[in-house]
């Protein structure tokens, strides 16, 4: 082998190395996922993944189809396995930590910032969270940054059929979540403003264009059958989200949140450099962009988590580079502080985040500090009282009965958890079950939760309290205190079809 072989094998063994210390290390998160993601519950936005799963369509009020669609095929090879369901957001956290070691590596990063990269991410807060429940999130997640790292190859290799790769990625984005036309938005602002514009008259480019829009076309054709409702559900959460302060600390969270806060240095440096380099400045356009957007549109902070994998990737990069011009001893020093640091808030973000222990002090400080995991709690237990409630009544009522909802939570778990009880499907009014329509034959008894007394006093007749909702661990969460009752009433008021025609909820 002649020395110019020599020299060209060393860096190809060494970028397969490189990739499968990449691949470790999300193997690694993915197995510590997997071992912890069944010691609670369903949560609630899960059991309406799952509702519309048992429902397939091109479409539904609040999301596009991809994360029902991938719900459907959990149910259909685990059917109701926390583990199983939730594999597919640990497998898209395992592609976004190798891709996003891939896209520190393709920036010119060495095997440090590779491993920096990588680490960081798996040690954030929003993606940790992804992958603890099954969310349309987490697939988001993954598409932005599977997008970034497309574009990175599309600069960095000149190669303009890369455009393909990064249609494919935009078209399954908007049909996971909506929100990815922000980022769009800041593509196509990052190809006009930089020298990438020469990719304006590139075929490629309007070929990438032209597959995103077939593979978005059959939900948009859903979205033109139903008068874009979800464009009506998306400003009915946002203005909900402000009214309630949910939009509050969007700067806040890009600190605290959506990447490792010992990282924050590193990501910053990272969107400087981007803006910097005139191959790579696109990417800084793509970051800017897509926050500028939210922040001033009262979006919530983790609306933007998918641009920071590329910044942390640059950034590592780039102090890598500054650091091999410094001596030796501060090489060691910054970076061991530096894995230490993540680590240290990696490890309060998965006490504070993942479902670790099934009791003790750990599982109460999880509790304590993550709304979320509150909300996996007490579901079976609901269903169960449900069921009890029903059994109490005399045989011609229950030959009647339905069960109506105030929430898809509650909706969920009685549509996925009752069938072992032999309920009757939820009678729902929100998001996409308001759509599916009301029950023929109508009930003439019907069991009610999430509703106050008041409330159903005004829709139905004969309303008595009849059970308590809550759950044997006394954790507190929507269901335990906002709304606990249960109730046995009487027949609509109304007509079913009136009452339905009026009643359509977001939610």
């Known amino acids: ?283 800084g356009w793509m970051y800017l962009v897509p926050v500028a957007i939210f922040w001033t549109s009262k979006g919530r902070f983790y609306y933007v988590s998918g641009v920071y994998p590329m910044v942390l990737a640059m950034g590592a990069a780039a102090w890598e580079q500054w650091l091999a011009h410094r001596p030796k001893w501060a090489q060691v020093t910054v970076a061991t502080v530096g894995f230490a640091g993540v680590a240290f808030i990696g490890a309060v973000v998965w006490a504070r985040l993942v479902p670790i222990a099934q009791d003790g002090p750990l599982k109460q400080y999880a509790l304590n500090h993550s709304g979320d995991l509150r909300e996996e709690i007490g579901w079976d237990e609901m269903v169960k009282t449900v069921a009890a409630v029903r059994d109490s009544l005399p045989q011609e009522q229950q030959a009647h009965l339905g069960i109506a909802v105030g929430n898809y939570g509650e909706a969920g778990a009685i549509e996925i958890l009752g069938p072992q009880y032999h309920l009757p499907p939820p009678i729902s009014t929100t998001n996409s079950a308001w759509l599916r329509g009301y029950p023929t034959p109508q009930p003439t008894t019907i069991i009610v939760l999430g509703n106050s007394k008041n409330r159903l006093d005004e829709i139905f007749t004969g309303c008595r309290w009849a059970a308590h909702n809550g759950n044997s661990q006394g954790v507190k969460n929507e269901e335990s205190d906002d709304h606990p009752d249960i109730y046995v009433c009487g027949p609509l008021k109304k007509p079913w079809a009136e009452f339905w025609a009026a009643t359509e909820d977001f939610g």
């Not at 395992?94 to 520190?104: D, K, P, Y």
């Not at 697939?139 to 990064?166: G, Q, S, T």
């Open 1 to 283: 082998m002649s020395k110019v072989e020599a020299s060209v094998e060393a860096p190809r063994a060494e970028r397969r190395d490189g990739v499968w210390i990449l691949v470790a290390i999300a193997v690694a998160f993915a197995i510590a996922h997997v071992l912890t993601n069944g010691r609670y519950g369903f949560h609630r936005d899960e059991l309406q993944f799952l509702t519309d799963a048992s429902h397939l369509d091109w479409g539904f009020v609040p999301y596009p189809p991809f994360t029902a669609f991938v719900e459907h095929i959990g149910l259909t090879l685990f059917g109701l396995s926390l583990i199983g369901l939730r594999v597919f957001s640990v497998l898209a956290q395992a592609v976004v930590i190798t891709v996003s070691g891939l896209m520190a590596r393709d920036l010119g990063g060495g095997r440090v910032a590779q491993v920096f990269t990588a680490l960081a991410v798996g040690l954030s807060p929003v993606p940790v969270f992804q992958a603890t429940e099954f969310q349309y999130s987490s697939f988001d997640l993954m598409w932005w940054v599977l997008i970034a790292w497309f574009i990175i190859r599309l600069l960095k290799d000149e190669n303009p059929r890369w455009w393909l790769a990064i249609g494919a990625a935009v078209g399954l984005g908007l049909e996971t979540k909506y929100s990815i036309v922000f980022y769009i938005a800041g593509i196509l602002v990052g190809v006009v403003l930089t020298n990438a514009r020469k990719y304006l008259l590139s075929i490629w480019f309007w070929a990438g264009i032209t597959v995103a829009l077939v593979i978005f076309a059959p939900n948009l054709i859903w979205l033109t059958r139903h008068h874009f409702i979800s464009y009506t559900f998306l400003q009915y959460i946002h203005k909900r989200d402000v009214g309630e302060g949910r939009a509050e600390g969007f700067l806040l969270g890009q600190f605290m949140a959506n990447a490792n806060l010992f990282a924050a240095p590193v990501w910053v440096a990272g969107v400087v450099a981007f803006f910097l380099s005139k191959r790579y400045r696109m990417l």
